[in-house]
């Protein structure tokens, strides 16, 4: 039996974009146990947004850089079931069509970074270079890569235009064969698959006593995806999809399954464009939200979750945020022990782990 | 085995990335840049102000300016939609980098898409030339080693030692804005400037502090405990109050001394002795503001011994 030692890995580490500590008991190069501590980018969100509503849209933008179109509309849909307007059909689908397309440049984000912490570098170049036909394409639509400010209470700011839908049809049909280089890559690799199978495996059971969410969950076999909540355009009729799910539970598993709902995007959006009908973008808000409600999103990451309380006036009560990684991150403590040092970093980013979310 | 492939295949294909400030980056039409105002059609009737979400815009209605904070604004367009007369529109270009939070200010006699950098660029003393010796490196025994004495750094020019980056005021602000901006940056005073950056006057925490009757130490701390003065000095702040309403031309201190950029620094040191005073704008060859010295500029310089 050899001596135990503790080794910290973050908050500073190269394989990590944002920071978090995770503190790793080592029995020789095996880990047999793992804490998890967060709180290293906390920046007081949830206070600062005990202010004007309006303007809290642009604000909830910036909780994260990766889901910012995730997060603004959980928040106006709050405030909009509060109000009790009904979003026009037109608005809801272009909201779909910003947030599988947000969807697509998070999930070849994360494949990147993947292949980049397990020392393939080339596979992360040629991924981040269809993500940015994808940048680009959303900064020909909303006017900006990253924030696109184009939600707003009761609907979209900015309307789509006739050129635009062709626009996404024609650069999206461009990309996919392209993706499906990519995703054959990750699919066969015998590199990519000798550090990911059965490596940082999360059980099925396991994963429902964490709560897990999103991509994480749907690799361990649970068919859980809140788009089935027919939020924005996902319950518009004509609409339809079925939930991506692996079995394994591994590194592998949950690569894949991004991989697959890249595609899956696509194919919404494709659905969503050919569903529009001309007709106004946006309802007006009279007066201020009062009451509580709590809206769910399906973000790259996992459900979304916001509550809001408010009593009539300009300034909100409360407004709390869960956001997906916050309850992936504990699943690190099951996935992370019994497998080598050496694998942790692969393991931690396999996650997709957003800290600027988790600690607003 | 397939990604051998695909690298072979990038070997023979072009580049994916562009040289970028050699050939233009790919910006689309309706990029969102930067806000610029029209300043002919606007109706100074504050929505964009108020609607804001970072208070990066801030009216002054009595002088027809509107500023925007270049560092605050988001580019989010909520500006652009409130605005009842399209005096707002924004350009698919982006601000010049900038080292220190840039303020740019629109006003109605300018042209319309033109602005004033209320702040100005810092190192701007990296343009500047020092003097030819390293004066804290032994002196070599040469013919020409100056005595201990004099040292030679006192004749460089001014601009080796000044602060570049210089708060200023208005000749039309409240003295109120101008002890906002003593206050947040902790400074004891400003030199004044009208629309065109020319040196008109200065203001310093002693003029306001005569104004309002009270002692200079007084003044600042009483503006930090807003509201809580003493019923007694209700007198005193009624004054206070109309002090702040004022316009700073009218307490400034005008004509003031200012040193070209070339003054050698003895010559600035010798200004400030003779006339009591602490700190002195330096102005161009054209009158325009570049930067402003104080004697604890001096102080430092002697201290870290760059001169």
Known sequence: ?360 | MSMLRTTMKNLVSRPATRLYPAEPADIPRGDRGRIVYDMRRCIFCGLCEKRCPTHAIIMDKANKRQSVSRAKCIACGVCIDSCPTDTIEMRPEYSPPSLSPEIHVYDAKLTPHQFVVASLPPFERAKTQRPAQVPFEKPTPSVQAPAPEEPVGLNCPVTCVMTSRVLTVFLEDSVKRAVQVMVANQLDGLPVVDINMQVVGIITAKDIARDAGRGKEGILSLLFARGEAKKADQDQEQRLKRTMEKAVSEIMTSPVITAAEGTPLREVAALMDANRISRIPVVDSSGRLCGIITHKDILKAIAKRIV
């Open chain 1, 1 to 360: 039996m050899a001596r135990i030692s503790v080794t910290p890995f973050g908050p500073q580490h190269p394989s990590l974009l944002e920071p978090i500590h995770i503190k790793l008991r080592l029995e020789e190069e095996k880990v047999v146990g793992a804490d998890i501590v967060i709180g290293y980018n906390h920046r007081g969100l949830e206070r600062a947004m005990e202010l004007d509503f309006k303007k809290n849209i642009y604000l909830s933008e910036r909780v994260c850089g990766i889901c910012s179109f995730n997060h603004s509309t959980t928040y106006v849909q709050a405030i909009e079931q509060m109000a009790g307007l009904l979003v026009p059909t037109r608005a809801r689908l272009i909201r779909t069509i910003m947030l599988e397309l947000q969807r697509m440049t998070s999930h070849l984000l994360t494949l990147g970074h993947t292949a980049e912490v397990m020392g393939y570098e080339n596979l992360f170049m040629q991924t981040w270079r269809e993500r940015e036909d994808v940048m680009r394409l959303i900064d020909r639509i909303a006017g900006n890569r990253v924030h696109y400010s184009m939600n707003t209470i009761g609907g979209i700011r900015k309307d789509i235009s006739y050129d635009t839908t062709k626009d996404i049809e024609g650069t999206l049909s461009q990309l996919l064969p392209k993706l499906e280089e990519i995703r054959r890559v990750f699919a066969r690799d015998s590199t990519f698959a000798k550090r990911t199978k059965r490596v940082g495996v999360l059980s099925r059971d396991a994963a429902r006593r964490y709560g897990a969410v999103g991509p994480t969950a749907r690799a361990s076999d649970i068919p859980y995806d809140v788009r089935l909540s027919s939020y924005a355009g996902y319950g518009v009729e004509g609409i339809k999809f079925r939930p991506i799910h692996r079995e394994e539970g591994d590194c592998y598993a949950r690569t894949m399954v991004r991989a697959d709902e890249l595609f899956q995007s696509i194919d919404l959006i494709g659905q969503s464009i050919g569903l529009l009908r001309d007709e106004p973008v946006m309802v007006q808000l009279k007066g201020n939200p009062q009451g509580e409600a709590f809206s769910r999103v399906e973000a790259p990451r996992g459900e979304l979750f916001y509550y809001v309380k408010a009593k009539g006036e300009i300034k909100l009560d409360r407004v709390k945020i869960r956001t997906p990684t916050f309850v992936n991150v504990q699943c690190l403590a099951e996935m992370i022990p019994n497998c080598q040092l050496a694998d942790v970093p692969v393991i931690t980013v396999s996650i997709d782990p957003c800290i600027c979310c988790t600690d607003r």
